[in-house]
């Protein structure tokens, strides 16, 4: 599977938020690292027809244009939003059956995804209380765990980790490293732990360009140029932008 993306752009009145975006994504984990303002959550929305692209943009999956709201290309994509839009009233196994039968999968197949995935992310004992008491960890968990009903080919995850604590991240991070088998995976973050330890490539953003990209051992190289982690690079990056303002 390719994603290929040329040139995709995103205006909002003056506000140039994705400025000639061109990569291409294949089989692997991606981590889309910057502050706020850096264009990442832009990106993810617009691969998943939440936002519309200008109209010089272009995305191809297999070689195959996508145009807006193909339908199609749509039901190859799990998406989990940053903001925790959830029903309060339901509870983490209807909410999960909900967006199960809104991709359309069936019954039999939607309850034991549901099983299995609510029991990844340790809520399978509260699996029938209402979302409405849960943590914001808690709440977090669920929105992944409903990204990978259906098995989608695309996993958009946008700030997965974010109000977890230690341990809750090490099983999020598990389980996406355990699901991107033959799958795209493209996870925005400002935490660069998370991204160190599983991505395959990362894609550093700053007001919508694409700053630098590679696999981690390539970016942060060895102690020689005093750049050791992923976390150092980023904030050699980052304050020296905000030096140039």
Known sequence: MT??????????????ALKNFTYSFNNGIYGLLGPNGAGKSTLINILAGNVIADDDSSILYDN?????????????????????S????????????????????KSKQAEEETKELLTRVELIETADKNIGSFSGGMKQRVLVAQAMLGQ?????????????????RVIIRDLIKHYAKDRIVLISTHI?????????????MNKGDIVC?????????????????LEQLYMQIYNEKDEEK
């Open 64 to 84: 195959h244009p996508i145009k807006r709201h193909n339908k199609e290309f749509r039901s190859k994509i799990g998406f989990m939003p940053q903001q925790q």
């Open 86 to 105: 959830l029903y309060d009233n339901f509870t983490a196994r209807h909410f999960m059956l909900y967006i199960a039968a809104l991709k359309g999968i």
């Open 213 to 229: 990209s590679g696999k981690v051992s390539e970016l942060c190289g060895d102690s020689t140029n005093g750049i050791i982690t």
């Open 3 to 16: 994603l290929k993306l040329q040139n995709i752009n995103k205006h909002y009145k003056t506000n140039h």
């Open 192 to 204: 660069t732990s998370d991204i160190e330890t599983i991505a395959d490539e990362v894609i550093m």
């Open 152 to 168: 989608p080919e695309i996993l958009l995850l946008d700030e997965p980790t974010a109000g977890l604590d230690p341990r809750q």
